[in-house]
């Protein structure tokens, strides 16, 4: 029944990460190219790097969303704000809120071509269609049961789940998904100074 319950509180927690939004910078709407390759992002955390590799086979329009904001040095600063041992580590909104917003513009579906195994790597989402946008998660536990809620994962940890299993949890849920959009680092830095962040995030070979 714990489980469960975490599950329900995961999707309506998501809830506060779109908003709805049709709007802003961020072109990830368009298809994406044909043949699209995989990809590798390096994540340089506070708690040391952690490489994704990305699969736009299992999801192409989650996998070219997250590469046009790894591009756009979006995640720079970004603080993991939500953990839940076990279960998953969040990150998503922007060190600034005025690029949180800019980029707020939510993507299509994908359908579910994998499963939320630990170490992958997927787009948060309300239970709404079409409501992901620049927030994801990495599960820390073998999760499949959130592809039947359709979190489709777009690649998987390659190295680095040693550093992810390391990312405080002392705060679990406790920062405002709300107040992390309106003022960004600066509302977590003062109340949640523990949490741990990603210093860079950059596509490398």
């Not at 603080?79 to 600034?96: C, H, I, M, S």
């Not at 997927?122 to 998660?137: D, E, I, M, V």
Request: hydrophobic content about 40%; overall charge neutral.
């Amino acid at each position: 029944m714990r489980n469960l319950s975490i599950v329900a509180m995961f999707v309506l927690f998501f809830a506060g990460c779109t908003g709805g939004a049709k709007h802003g910078a961020s072109e990830s709407s368009a298809a994406p190219s044909p043949g699209a390759s995989t990809y590798r992002v390096l994540l340089e955390t506070s708690r040391g790097p952690v490489i994704i590799d990305v699969d736009p086979s299992l999801a192409p329009n989650g996998a070219q969303h997250f590469r046009e904001l790894v591009e756009a040095k979006y995640f720079d600063g970004a603080r993991f704000y939500r953990v839940v041992p076990g279960f998953v580590v969040q990150w998503g909104a922007a060190a600034d809120p005025a690029v949180t917003k800019k980029w707020s513009a939510n993507i299509p579906d994908d359908p579910v071509n994998g499963s939320n195994v630990r170490g992958t790597v997927a787009f948060a989402a309300t239970g709404q269609p079409n409501s992901r946008s620049t927030h994801l998660f990495i599960n820390l536990g073998n999760n499949g049961r959130l592809d039947g809620m359709g979190f489709a994962p777009i690649g998987k940890v390659e190295s680095g789940m040693p550093a992810v299993d390391d990312i405080y949890a002392g705060y679990g849920e406790q920062p405002d998904q709300g107040l992390i959009t309106a003022h960004g680092n600066a509302y977590l830095e003062k109340q949640f100074p523990k949490l741990d962040y990603i210093k860079t995030a950059r596509i490398v070979n």
